[in-house]
């Protein structure tokens, strides 16, 4: 699987921005995809992951009420809508994916280290 991460991009504080992890490959729609952040000097943090398995859907604190997570497995397609940005959002984004051959906890597929595939990012940036 590949994944092509976009939709990034400059945006006030209280704005939105919707982020898309395009996949190719086969089996799409079998694989848990979530996304994770990054921001300058500190380590990647789990944002949300949404589950081929019962389409399960779990959040970061940070992020619950604000961000929503949605798939089109028919355009191998994840969606991350983000509203009521902050400048703290800012970071790098980045969409991976997980076989989903066993149902494993949720807290699972909030370690990045569980993911087997990364998009290459795309760049948030939140202004006060």
């Known amino acids: 699987v590949q994944l092509q991460a976009s939709g990034g991009g400059l945006v006030q504080a209280g704005g939105s921005l919707r982020l898309s992890c395009a996949a190719s490959?086969?089996?799409?729609?079998?694989?848990?995809i979530g996304w994770f952040r990054q921001a300058p000097g500190k380590e990647r943090e789990f944002v949300t992951f949404?589950?081929?398995?019962?389409?399960?859907?779990y959040y970061a604190d940070s992020v619950k009420g604000r961000f929503t997570i949605s798939r089109d497995n028919a355009k191998n397609t994840v969606y991350l809508q983000m509203s009521s940005l902050r400048p703290e959002d800012t970071a790098v984004y980045y969409c991976?994916?997980?076989?989903?051959?066993?149902?494993?906890?949720?807290?699972?597929?909030?370690?990045?280290?569980?993911?087997?595939?990364w998009g290459q990012g795309t760049l948030v940036t939140v202004s006060s």
């Open positions: 991976a994916a997980k076989p989903d051959l066993i149902d494993y906890s949720d807290t699972y597929y909030t370690a990045y280290t569980t993911y087997d595939y």
């Open positions: 490959g086969r089996a799409f729609s079998t694989y848990t």
């Open positions: 949404i589950r081929w398995t019962g389409g399960r859907i």
